[in-house]
Every structure is written in C-alpha cells, then in structure tokens.
C-alpha cells in the first residue's frame, strides 16, 4: 500500500527558489508611496508588501489577484503578525509526499522553506500530526537526526474474538494514538525530512483510515477531522488545507557554528529595522536561525518598523479596566475614583461613597453583629458536632457497602460482631494515624502500625488514599475470603472499619517484611540460606494447597508472587494480598473473569482465554521457585537472547546448563535437591494446564526434601506417585515455551 501523495514537496520547492533569491542586505526604512497594503483580504504591514522596491529583503509577497489570494511562494497567507512576528499560511496540498523506491516504507521531505530566507516552522504554534492504522513516522534533520515522531495504532482483533474492529470517530478526533497521533516539533527548521514506517506487517488496517504525514497548526487537527474522515471513503488523498505557523525576523541567518547567534539587533541604530521612536529590538535565536524583531514599547500599539508605526493605546476607551475616573497618559493611563469616594476604582462598582457617620455606624453594627455570629457559631458548632459525626460515619458505611459485608459473614454473627472496629479505636491505636507510626505504602495507599487497648495485639491497618470503586470491591472480596480461612501460613485479618471515605483493613503484623525484599538484597550481601528458601518455599505451597482444597469453596489467590510473601521474626511465610482472589465452586473448571495479576507471574493460559483455575496458581507457584532459584526477578529479567525467566530457565535445564542462570548461593548450598526443585517448577509452569501438578502434589514433593534420605521411601508410600514432567521428554520442556515468549511479548504493546 502506498500513502497518498500530494504535490507539497513542488509548492515548498518554488518557495524554496523564492527565499534563496531574498538574500539578506540593508534595505528601506519604510515602503515607497503607492506600496499595495492588502490582497485577498489580507492586510500586508511592512516589512512585508507587495512588488519590487516595497518590501524589506526577504519580505516579498505574490498577489494572485485572479483567485484574490496572497501568497509566499504557493503557501496562501491567511494572517500576518507583527506583535507575534508569525505568518499563518494555508497548504492546499494537505499531506508531505512520501516516496517508497519499491518498499512498502518510504520518505519524504517537508521544505519549501530553505535558504536564506527569513521564515522557519515556530517550534511553539505547530505539531507534528500523522494519521492512519499501526503506522509510524518521524521528522529528521539535515543529517537524518531524530527530531520527533509518533505512531498511530489501531486495534487488531486476536484470534480469541470475532468481529471487525474499528476507531470510533472520537478517538481519531481526539489524536491521542488511536487512528491518531500529534506530537510538539521542538526545532523549527525550515525543512525536514520523512521518515514513514508500517508497524504491522500484515496490513490488516490499512484502508480503515487515511495514511498521511503533517506539519500543522496546533489544534487544526481537531477542528479538520471530521471533514478528513468523511473525505477518506471518497478520495484517499487527504487534501484538506493545513494551517502551518511560520516565524521570522528581521536579517535572519543560519546559525554557524550551529547555536551561536551570528545576527542581532544591530548597534547602528540607522542600520536597525526598528524605525519608531516608540519601539524596541529584541534578540531572536532560535534552534536554526539568528536575528531579530522590532517591538513597539509597552502602552503603544502599531507598526514599530516603520517612522511614528507605534501610536499610544487609549486604556481609557477599553471596556473594564476602570470604572472610576480614568485619564489617558502615554504609554499608560491613570485610575481613581471620583471625589467623595473610596474603593477600587478598577473593578466594576469599586468605587463607594463614604460618608463619616454612616462610616461609624457601619463599623459599629457590623462589630456587634459579629460578635454575635461568634458566639452562635460556637453555640451551634458544639451542639451539632457529634450529630453530624455520627451521620458521616453511617454515610461511610453505607458507601462503604457496610451492609454488604455484614451480609457477606453472618452465617456466623460472633464474626460479623468482632471484624467490624469502631474508627475511634483504630485512631487511638495509631495515635490518630501519627505519621511515626507509617511502616510501608506503595501507589494504592499507607500501612500504620498499631497497638489495639482491649488486648494489646500488634497490628497493621492498612488505609488507602483515594475512594475507587473498583478498590472498594476488593475490600470486600479480601474481607469475604479472610473470614473464612484460618491457617498457619496465611496471613491473619483481625477486623475492618467502614466509618472513613475509604475502607481500614486491620491484619496481624508481620515485622520481617516481604520475601521480595529479603531475595533481592545488593550484591554481595548473601541472599536467604538454602534451606530457609526451600522451607518457605513449602510452607507458601501448604497454603496455596489449603486454598485450593481444605475449604468448603475453592479460593484460587491469583496474585502469587515473592512480594506478596511477608516473613515473621522467624521467617516463616504468610500469604497475603487477597484482593483479587476467586472462589471457585468444585463443580466448577474455571471461572471467566478480567485479567488480573502480575507480568512475569501472569499464566499464558488465563491470559488469552480468561478462564481462571487452580492452575493458575500453579504457575505462578513455579515461577516463585524460578525467583528462589536464581534470584532474578521475573516481571524485568530479560537474557542476552532477550528471553524471559520461565524461557530461559526452561531452555537452560532441557540442555542441562542450568548452573548458568543459578544463583551461586543455591549452587554451594543446596546440592541435589536444586535438581529437584527445579524439575518441579519446571512441571509447574508447563503451557498445557491439565499437565501442571496440583498445589497437593507440589507441595509433597517438597516436603519430602525436609526428610531424611533414609525416610524418603516411607514418605513416597503415602504420596500419589506423580511424575515432575508427564510424558515429555527435556527438549519437550524448551519446545512448549514459544506461546510463552509470544505472550510476554505481546505485553509490550498495549492490548
């Protein structure tokens, strides 16, 4: 497919002969008499005119008196301004001409604008706007540096959905990557190269929308896109006119060397451009040119390039500035409010008329009347203070969905009655969340540290930072799955307290932080010991496995990762984070819910087909022993091969080279049973679910590394005879994960 191509890069070119002939020279102070002043509608101040001998050197406009426009080159100026020293043109072409040399990808060039001429892109007013599905285009310099670029995406269905996806008209208008993107040009030049890519190669989303490459007036996009896309069924060369803002001044030159200004405001003043008395010279560098531009001074508006240009502005005939009696000075003006009244003349109706006893009266009734507020302000503050507490706290609870939960734990009202905490015992066990008590926070809110009165228990309240509705709905769920579960190795909620715009979840405290932080210390401080590793290692396995089986519904966690392992003083694990876990029914194979999780944890399998089962957990069980292994953190880690953890480390130990990814601690430490363990997530995060081990079957297998090797046999008699890899052989284990790495790589990119 090839982009539309219009005829810009000729327009420019014309422009480009047009700036090269306006080589920059001393020229007249003023335009001859009989100068043409206008065209087309369009007022042309001097240093810009019309004909030989009107205009300074480089100014020089055409006038197309038969179609009544005017013109620099084949650019129609819309607009000229000397306050702004800018030109607004219009380009009829509408789009750079792109050329391919036989390759879908090509380029083009933006110019026009070259040579000595005075005028340049303003790096401020104009954007680079690119339009079309999965393309990507970028503006280069002379010497083909980057300057900037953007990409536009549209969706393409995967093969798990059915249906033609579109871009809503809105989000095209909207430019912000969906059909369209639009990024600030942060040099102006006079010209740029094009460079034009295809970012899908299957081309799937060519048609759906006009490819075409822009310099344009910032927010011209906006105003134009309905008439683009109505435009791009019938011709697929988008020719609506852009709006493109030039810059210029006054001898203008390149910079050289690049950055060090070679013009200015001249030091003769009979050399200087600036003819009014009333203006001044300002220094314009710029990223690609040097010069400068005449100003009038402040107060006086008007042309400051030609003799008596700056006329004084009459503040006094402009509407709002005063409202009193305003005499006109030059250059400024002056503002007071008339005899026998006082006030801010400046402001509508500021000016009142005082009188001394109307003065006292005032000031005496008024500090009366205020003494009086006062006094019924605190009357009625300390009558309606608790009255109004109390209905804030049962608004928040409602809010909250206080009723919910209750709903949610009164099979057995003793839990219903203890969970629920009074806010005042929670400020009082924080010393109203004192800033020294914070222990932890992260994006989602802040853990305080507590010490409740009734029983002087150690806990951690968790408190979140901003009322989301989505946050208040895993509130409950974590509150409904922690309410039911009592194990060793899963971490303990004391209660809740809804009486706060956002919920307070109150868990036991655990002071020895997570597993996350205890594995990924700084080289070469050591890392947990072997043993410590696999033992929490097995015991998170016995509560997943508990998860999984003991209770009366499945709970699957969904969220198994090292950060969401805390260690007590002793280093034993608990479990934590329950906010997006499911319960799953038994007869039940999986639930269809939204993806949730964690990058490098995340199961491929619930991924593309959203169906979440035990099996999840499982995988993500075998990339925690991965982490255990070789201490990589598995949502970053990328091989020399840009291969994930789970890839690598499969492909490591099918060519039995596993020692090459190892941590060396576990290497000195845990001799054979490293095999072992490795084999056994290696199992774990196999693609085919139905062949990954239950969290049973794990978790056996590792307790019977803890025994003796003279016990094993004893053991094994009571455990399921499983097999760590069913049925396949170690190339098999490398083969699986090719759907693995297209996973992880589509993540990359948003979905």
């Given at each position: ?10 327009v420019l ?10 080589q ?19 007022s042309?101040p ?37 306050a702004n020293?800018?030109v ?15 390759t879908?990808?090509?380029?083009g060039?933006?110019g026009?604008?070259t ?8 790096e401020?007013?104009n954007?680079f ?16 540096n ?6 536009a995406?549209c969706?393409i ?43 899908d ?19 011209w ?19 609506t006119?852009v709006?493109?803002?030039l810059?210029?001044?006054v ?11 070679t ?25 690609y ?7 009038c ?33 030059p ?16 402001i ?25 507020l006062?006094?019924?302000a605190?009357?009625?503050t300390?009558k ?7 209905m804030?706290?049962?608004k928040?609870?409602k809010?909250?969905r206080?009723h ?7 099979q ?13 015992e ?7 969340f ?7 926070g ?6 305080y540290?507590?010490i ?14 901003v ?5 208040i ?9 922690l309410s ?7 971490v303990?909620?004391?209660?809740c ?6 919920p307070?979840?109150?868990?036991e ?11 990924h ?6 890392s947990l010991?072997?043993m ?24 699957v ?12 003083s ?8 329950f ?16 993806i ?12 593309y087909?959203g ?13 925690l ?6 201490r ?22 099918a ?26 997530a290696?199992a ?24 003796p ?8 008699m009571?455990?399921?005879?499983y097999?760590?890899?069913k ?15 297209e996973?992880?790589?589509?993540s990359?990119?948003?979905?």
């Open positions: 497919m090839m982009i539309p191509a219009t005829p810009l890069a000729a070119l014309l422009l480009l002969c047009f700036s090269a002939s306006a920059v020279t001393r020229g007249a102070s003023r335009p001859p008499p009989g100068c043409p002043t206008s065209c087309g509608g369009v042309v001097y240093p810009f005119d019309i004909g030989d001998g009107c205009h300074w050197p480089g100014f020089n406009l055409t006038c197309d008196r038969t179609r009544g426009r005017l013109l620099i080159g084949t650019l129609e100026v819309v607009e000229i301004s000397l020293s800018t607004r043109v219009k380009d009829s072409a509408g789009a750079v001409n792109i050329t391919y040399h036989g879908p990808d090509g380029n060039t933006w026009g604008l040579g000595a001429g005075p005028f340049v892109v303003s401020t007013r954007q706007v690119v339009t079309g599905c999965n393309v990507q285009a970028t503006l280069l310099g002379d010497t083909g980057v300057i900037a670029g953007c990409s995406f969706a269905n995967d093969r798990w959905e059915q249906g033609a996806g579109t871009s809503s008209p809105a989000a095209v208008a909207a430019c912000s990557g969906i059909g369209c993107c639009e990024t600030p040009i942060p040099i102006g030049r006079p010209s740029y190269g094009v460079e034009f890519k295809w970012l190669p299957n081309h799937e989303k060519d048609h759906e929308l006009p490819n075409a490459v822009r310099v344009a007036e910032r927010g996009f906006q105003g134009a896109s309905a008439a683009l896309l109505n435009n791009s069924l019938a011709d697929s060369s988008p020719r006119p709006s493109v803002v810059e210029w001044a001898d203008s030159a390149p910079l050289a060397p690049p950055a060090l200004a013009t200015g405001c001249p030091q003769d003043a009979a050399r200087s451009a600036c003819r009014s008395s009333l203006s001044s010279c300002r220094n314009v560098t710029g990223n040119r040097s010069g400068y531009v005449c100003q001074q402040d107060g006086y508006q008007g042309n400051p390039y030609v003799a008596g240009g700056c006329q004084d502005i009459d503040e006094c005939a402009l509407p709002g500035l005063c409202s009193g009696e305003c005499t006109n000075t250059g400024g003006y002056t503002c007071r409010c008339p005899r026998g009244a006082r006030g801010n003349p400046r509508k109706d500021g000016c009142i008329k005082s009188s001394l006893g109307l003065s006292v009266g005032i000031g005496i009734g008024s500090g009366a009347g205020l003494l009086l006062v006094l019924g605190i009357f009625v300390r309606i203070k608790h009255q109004r507490a109390k804030l706290k049962q928040f609870f809010q909250n206080g919910l939960l209750e709903q949610l734990v009164s057995k009202a003793d839990i219903a009655e203890r969970m629920i905490i009074p806010l005042v929670l400020e009082k066990a924080t010393n109203n004192d800033k020294a008590r914070e222990i932890g992260g994006g989602h809110g802040t853990v540290k507590g409740m009165s009734d029983d002087l228990h150690v806990v951690a309240i968790k408190k979140s930072k009322a989301v509705q989505r946050e709905d895993e509130f409950i769920n974590e509150v409904a799955i039911q579960i009592n194990h060793r190795n899963v303990k909620l004391f209660g307290c809804l009486e706060t715009e956002v307070l979840l109150v868990y405290f655990i002071p020895n932080g997570t597993l996350y932080h205890h594995l210390v700084e080289e070469p401080q050591p010991p072997w410590d590793r696999l033992r929490i290692a097995t015991e998170t396995a016995r509560a997943i496995a508990y998860l999984h089986s003991a209770v009366s519904v499945p709970i966690h969904r969220d198994i990762k090292s950060q969401n392992i805390l260690l007590d002793t280093l034993v694990a608990k479990v934590s984070d906010g997006a876990s499911r319960c799953i029914p038994v007869d039940q194979t999986g639930e269809a819910t939204a949730q999780g964690t990058f490098g944890y995340l199961d491929p399998v619930y991924y087909t169906r979440l089962t035990e099996k999840s957990d499982v995988y993500s069980f075998g990339v022993l991965m982490e255990l292994l070789t990589k953190k598995p949502c970053s880690y990328r091989s020399s091969d840009e291969e994930s953890l789970v890839s690598y480390f499969t492909t490591l130990l060519a039995g080279d596993l020692a090459r990814v190892l941590d060396p601690q576990v290497v000195e430490e845990g001799g054979k049973d490293v095999e072992e363990v490795a084999m056994l290696a774990c995060v196999r693609m085919e679910g139905d062949h990954r081990p239950t969290m049973r079957q794990v978790e056996m297998t590792l307790e019977s590394l803890h025994v090797h003279g016990n094993i046999v004893a053991c094994h009571d455990a399921p005879n097999s760590v890899i049925g396949a052989n170690r190339e098999e284990v490398s083969r699986q994960y090719s759907l693995e790495e996973y992880l790589l589509s990359r990119y948003p979905r």
